[in-house]
């Protein structure tokens, strides 16, 4: 009785599979790592040689993030945390003080006749040393501002968060309170 010989598997091609199920899965996979901050940029501005009108100090909330990641808000060292407070009365200006940005009477939809802050603008500027995280968490405070303003006044006015409001609704409160913020370029002011 002789033994057969087993046969050779032709594994040729095998590295070939291999290789196509690689590319495969890159091409299919899906990665979830976008950081970054949802905002819509504002349309282009018409040419136009007329200079801007000057916009008064009262109405300019400045915020600077230095090299080390230190905050200096209205040219006071703040903690981030009290970031989102700050940004919030500024943005309201309850008392109306004159320290503070101006007020403006306008008809808004739903609410009739109000007063608001329509000139104030949240001015941001860093350090080109600044981490990307502290950017991301200052950017988050403010806008988490003007999150929490909008939900207030839509919970006082129409009993429901912003985001249950209609468009209408919605808009109305968009126009007491227009988000401004103004990113200025980066410095290099020195730090690390």
């Known amino acids: 009785m002789s033994k057969r010989a087993i046969p050779e598997i032709n594994a040729g091609s095998m590295a070939d599979i291999a290789f196509l199920l690689l590319i495969f899965f890159l091409m299919t996979t899906t990665m979830d790592t976008d950081t970054g901050l949802a ?3 504002p349309p282009p501005l018409p040419d136009t040689e007329d200079t ?3 916009i008064r100090e009262r ?4 915020v ?3 090299a080390n990641n230190q905050l200096l808000v209205e040219k006071q ?5 009290d970031l989102r407070e700050a ?3 500024f943005i309201e200006n309850p008392a109306n003080l004159a320290t503070l940005p101006e ?3 306008i008809e808004v939809p739903f609410f009739g006749v109000i007063p608001v802050t329509k000139n104030a603008v949240i001015s941001l500027q860093n350090d080109r040393g600044t981490q990307y995280q502290t950017y991301l968490a200052v950017q988050n405070e403010l806008q988490a501002a003007y999150n929490e303003l909008r939900d207030e006044l839509a919970k006082k006015k129409f009993n429901k968060t912003f985001s249950e409001l209609d468009e209408e ?3 109305a409160i968009r126009d007491i309170y227009p988000q401004k913020i103004s990113e200025a370029e980066p410095r290099n002011v020195g730090g690390n």
Request: glycine share 0%; no cysteine; net charge negative.
């Open 169 to 171: 609704q919605q808009d």
């Open 59 to 62: 109405n300019v909330f400045e």
């Open 64 to 66: 600077l993030i230095n």
């Open 52 to 54: 801007p009108p000057p």
């Open 87 to 89: 940004a919030k009365e």
């Open 77 to 81: 060292p703040m903690a981030l945390q």
């Open 39 to 41: 905002r819509m940029l």
């Open 103 to 105: 007020k403006e009477e």
